[in-house]
């Protein structure tokens, strides 16, 4: 399914099978989530260094064959996230912050995906799946699962932690907070009953309106839906020296909002992609959990449905294409 240009429909077509340069592997798509990246990719919200593309970066795959140099053998099971490479000298780089680097490449974006039977990744930024997870399961770890858990990371250590926007990454993060102990809340849009009864069934203690105040102040919160007005909401939702993180690639304006709403030692942070030593340790920790995620399925031709549900917010949990 290809991307010949921002905000028009995804188009079928047949390519020819990618060949792996050196340092890369050829890779038999198995499954591929559909992430709200894809959507504004495909809306023109966000624009990469090619077109047209295949868009794509939720990838469970087997290894087909591999090319010189790579470090990986034909048979094995892997994940491909959204960074798909970095020039690994630049000075975030080199100070271990790989995820912020000059010249990234990213998987659907400035490389062709997943929403294709075959596709080509760089050996040395796929990574291997637990067994604990089926392909379906396995596809929305790989960056709502991924984005929630460094965006869970960055609010530090809170006992209470509220998620607005409870859609892929939401479902993930909140099983992984209560895991570890966490009181968990969240924030939806009003009158959307079934996402609170959703996000009730996989441990939140309490549920209710994005815009209104919780029941009490809390100690972090992780902005996922793409809306700026939630920014200034979250602030006044959180305690004194609370954090409000915000998890997407692209966000709607930020309305303007008093000092006060930041004062007190508030901190507004983003969370710009990851890196593979957080997709490593994710990796690691979502079978202990063990994290459960709750997916949609589409056949590959149906690319353009299900980027719509996740627009209209109509799922539970994940969409994933099956090729």
Do not use: K
Request: hydrophobic letters at 45%.
């Amino acid at each position: 399914m290809v991307l010949d240009e921002p905000d028009r429909p995804l188009r079928a077509t047949d390519l020819v099978d990618p060949e792996p340069g050196p340092g890369e592997v050829l890779l038999d798509v198995r499954a591929c989530g559909v992430c709200r990246t894809d959507l504004h990719i495909r809306d023109g919200e966000l624009r990469g260094s090619r077109l047209p593309v295949v868009p794509g970066h939720q990838i469970v795959a087997s290894v087909l064959a591999a090319g010189a140099e790579a470090e990986l053998e034909a048979g094995g099971r892997v994940g491909v996230p959204w960074l798909g490479w970095t020039d690994g000298t630049c000075r975030f780089c080199a100070s271990g912050r790989e995820n912020l680097c000059l010249l990234a490449r990213f998987t659907g974006l400035d490389v062709d995906g997943g929403y294709a039977t075959r596709a080509v990744a760089d050996a040395a930024f796929v990574h291997p799946l637990p067994d604990a997870f089926a392909d379906l399961e396995a596809a929305p770890l790989l960056c709502a699962g991924l984005i929630g858990h460094r965006a869970l990371r960055l609010a530090g250590d809170p006992a209470r932690l509220g998620l607005y926007g409870f859609g892929a990454a939401a479902h993930i993060v909140c099983q992984v907070a209560v895991h570890e102990g966490r009181r968990v809340f969240a924030f939806t849009r009003a009158g959307d009953e079934a996402s609170r009864r959703f996000a009730r069934e996989l441990g939140c203690e309490w549920a209710g309106d994005a815009l209104g105040p919780p029941p009490e102040p809390l100690d972090a919160a992780i902005i996922f839906a793409p809306a700026g007005e939630l920014v200034p909401a979250a602030l006044r939702a959180v305690d004194r020296g609370g954090t409000v993180v915000c998890g997407g690639i692209h966000m709607s304006d930020i309305p303007s909002f008093p000092y006060a709403d930041l004062w007190e030692e508030r901190v507004l942070r983003s969370v710009a992609n990851l890196t593979r030593a957080d997709a490593r340790e994710f990796l690691e920790i979502a079978p202990r959990v063990p994290v459960r995620t709750r997916v949609t399925t589409f056949a590959l031709e149906e690319a353009e449905r299900a980027l719509d549900a996740v627009r209209a917010g109509a799922l539970e949990g994940a969409a994933v294409l099956v090729p």
